[in-house]
């Protein structure tokens, strides 16, 4: 069980997210336990390893196979274009990263790396820091208030979200339907 909490729960859910109805029954029952004064400024923490996040990889394969001689001059001068182009795209990254690194809070648990953001306890599932053609819809991978009388965790890649805090919580939580516990 985590440390400093009454009891925790399991919820076993399909995928690697909690669908976004059982996202808002979740967050319903969080609502029932935190004072009102505490639901105005909760954290959220994202992973970073998410796909998605901060787009794709960059890679500078040969465009041709070295058979003859013209063949690998046009080879080489096209890995040198394509090294050109990596290292310029790198360096964005670099300067992206660096920024990046500047505006969001992180927190290292568990050999991972969360992006922080904070902001009132609703469910939310879109990403405003994605400057990608499609919206990275993600649900948090931790929630918890100022109080640190619960949190909610979903460990990447596991396939359940876990709910650990007071006997109340736990309580609500084993008794809504929606949600599959153990």
């Known amino acids: 069980m985590p440390d400093g909490f009454d009891a925790y ?8 997210d909690l669908s976004t109805t059982a996202l808002a029954e979740l967050i319903a029952l ?5 004072p009102p004064h505490l639901q105005q400024e909760v954290s959220y923490g994202l992973w970073e390893g998410h796909s998605g996040i901060f787009g794709g990889g960059i890679t500078a394969d040969g465009y041709l196979r070295p058979t003859s001689g013209l063949a690998r001059a046009v080879n080489a001068a096209a890995q040198f274009g394509s090294q050109i182009t990596a290292f310029r795209d790198r360096r964005r990254a670099d300067t992206a990263s660096w920024i990046d690194t500047q505006l969001h809070s992180r927190l290292e648990l568990s050999a991972r790396r969360y992006l922080l953001f904070r902001g009132r306890l609703e469910p939310v599932v879109q990403w405003f820091r994605d400057t990608g ?3 990275f819809r993600r649900c948090p991978d931790l929630i ?3 109080d640190h009388s619960w949190i909610v965790t979903a460990p990447p890649e ?5 709910v650990a805090g007071a006997r109340e919580l736990i309580d609500l939580l084993d008794s809504d339907p929606m949600f599959e516990t153990n």
């Open 144 to 146: 918890w208030p100022d």
């Open 158 to 162: 596991q396939g359940f979200t876990v």
């Open 9 to 16: 729960r399991k919820i076993v859910h399909d995928g690697d």
């Open 133 to 135: 053609p499609v919206a």
């Open 30 to 34: 969080l609502r029932c336990v935190t």
